[in-house]
């Protein structure tokens, strides 16, 4: 079943963005596809065949909605689509979060997110106004040295910090990729949409309407949107190695109470 989801509550909005990065979306073919974009033009102009049902209607709009762009009508490439964020994207967390990184793994997994956070954000942007490439480029090159710059220093500082063991330099490491993550993901939309805080957003009334321009609105959109990208990757880059971190310390006080065992049957066996 397919239904509406109000967008004027939370859960509404949440179930809502589920339904969009839906990945099996990922799987609709070409005919399928066409067939949808067909089925909505002619409801757009009131020929609908007999036996069409709302569900039907509302499924094509998932279908395109997930692989068209709405402003260019062009294809989204499957890798930057919403529906493709999470399956593609999860192989590239997963490097982000592999113990023991070298210098130069830790630069192709922090250089390999950004790019695709980058492609993504830019397929998936508003095309209604012309926007500059420069400011998608600036964006981009800011998020990636950032991100690098943030994980190799803090790296470097691990490495050479006398006061660390060899497990709490390894547990430290792990938590790396999320300050990394989180100050580049700042940088790119400072970056990307620093023009607003000089020229000011669009202000609209309850009906939608443009009511006029506003820098402090700006302001505060912009505040929000960077603590939100500051918030979103802590689940995915801060869960896994506290919980890897509680998993080894399980798993180290076995091995440890084991060795103990061991060496009192030793003990006893040498005293008899």
Sequence with gaps: MFFIFAQNTFFGRFRHFLDVIDPRTLFVSENRLQESINLLKRFKEGTLPPGVTNEQ??????????????????????????????????????GLLLPNQTLVSTIFWQWLNQSHNACVNYSNRNASQPNPTSAFVHGYLGAVTSAVSIAVGLNVLIQRAKGFSPTTRLLVQRFVPFPAVASANVCN???MRKSELSEGISVLDKSG????????????????????????????????????????????????????????????????
Aim: aromatic fraction near 4%.
């Design 57 to 94: 209607l509302w499924k094509a709009q998932k279908i395109k909605q997930a692989i068209i762009h709405p402003d260019t009508g062009e294809k989204i490439l499957m890798p930057f689509r919403m529906s493709g964020f999470v399956p593609f994207g999860t192989p590239v967390v997963v």
């Design 189 to 191: 939309v400072v970056l």
């Design 209 to 272: 309407n443009v009511v006029g321009t506003s820098k402090v609105a700006a302001k505060y959109a912009l505040l929000e949107t960077a603590l939100t990208r500051i918030v979103m990757p802590m689940p995915i880059l801060v869960l896994p190695p506290m919980i890897m971190a509680n998993l080894e310390k399980g798993k180290m006080g076995k091995v440890s109470c084991l060795k103990t065992q061991q060496q009192c049957v030793l003990d006893g066996h040498n005293a008899m």
